[in-house]
């Protein structure tokens, strides 16, 4: 009797716990599957990051040799700009040293008239003087 109360109170529990322990294994597979929807979305969501990284690394290389190109043009336009301006400067010097030359023969070609007029009007003042003696 009291036995035969335990054995019934012992068959319930165990029926209680046999269904608990089945719910308990449909959540847990439930919760399983979730998480497994959950982590492939998640690996997806890595997947797509990953190739949004690497497109944007592409474009910083591409950026970085557009880069280069243009620091290579600017020091070439530069060389260009320098030789230019050293040009210029050998030709202006080159037209003074001219002017300085030009000046210098004039100066050389008056000073060579001024002696030949000098030996000139000095031949005539000794032929004029011979010419009254």
Sequence with gaps: SEVGSLRGDM???????????????????????????????????????NHEVTSLNHEVTSLNHEVTSLNHEVTSLKHTVDTGFSDVKRLLHGIGMQFEQ????????????TSRVNEVEKDVYELKKRKND
Excluded: C, P, W, Y
Excluded at 16 to 34: A, F, I, K, Q, V
Excluded at 103 to 110: E, G
């Design 102 to 113: 030009t000046n210098a023969l004039r100066i050389s070609d008056v000073e060579s008239l």
């Design 11 to 49: 068959n319930t529990f165990k029926q209680t716990m046999h269904s608990e322990m089945g719910s308990l294994r449909e959540d847990m597979t439930e919760m399983n599957h979730n998480l497994q929807s959950e982590i492939g979305s998640v690996r997806h969501e890595v997947t797509s990051l």
